[in-house]
């Protein structure tokens, strides 16, 4: 009997060894790499830019921490910065925006997480929804979950938030 082989991603997602493609510096597993492609394509397809998008692609990336390569440290702070504006501050899409673009270039030390978050949410919770509602309301349980387990970093997003606050 052969049994199938597994991989378990720095996010908590447990699904058979893919074969796809890893990213230069988000180090997803390459199966959840292709979830996580495969759940933007659906919302695309189905709901354009859905009001869900910025959430997803925050929790996503907030939750993929730990690549030795300078611009997922980068890209770690941005998108947790991002979870905090859309969570504790109600940010819009065009607010996010501006808010990333104005961080982008600060060189940031790693931030250390505890995760995965503690109620095993992940990527494969979000596919395929019944509607935009149904995402929405799925990825804003994802992204608490997710800045949950930076809690250790939250006074800090929070500071980078208010600091660029108009
Ligand atoms: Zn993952």
């Known amino acids: 009997m052969s049994e199938l082989e597994v991989s378990t991603c720095v996010c908590g997602v447990r699904l058979p060894v893919g074969s796809g493609p890893e990213h230069a510096y988000v180090p997803a597993s390459p199966a959840c790499w292709e979830a996580f492609g495969l759940l933007q394509t659906d919302e695309y397809e189905r709901f354009g830019y859905s009001s869900a998008h910025g ?46 673009r104005s961080l982008a270039h600060v060189d940031y ?50 500071e980078l938030v208010l600091s660029l606050k108009p």
């Open 55 to 100: 959430l997803i692609v925050d929790s996503y990336m907030a939750s993929h921490p730990g690549s030795p390569d300078r611009r997922n440290r980068q890209s770690i702070v941005l998108h947790v910065v991002g979870l905090c504006a859309a969570l504790e501050f109600n940010f819009g899409f065009q607010e996010r925006v501006r808010l990333l």
């Open 109 to 158: 030390p790693a931030w250390d997480w505890q995760g995965p978050p503690e109620d095993g949410s992940t990527v494969l919770d979000l596919m395929f929804p019944a509607d935009e509602k149904d995402l929405l309301a799925r990825a804003n349980s994802w992204a608490a979950s997710v800045w949950a387990a930076w809690s250790p970093h939250a006074q800090q997003a929070r």
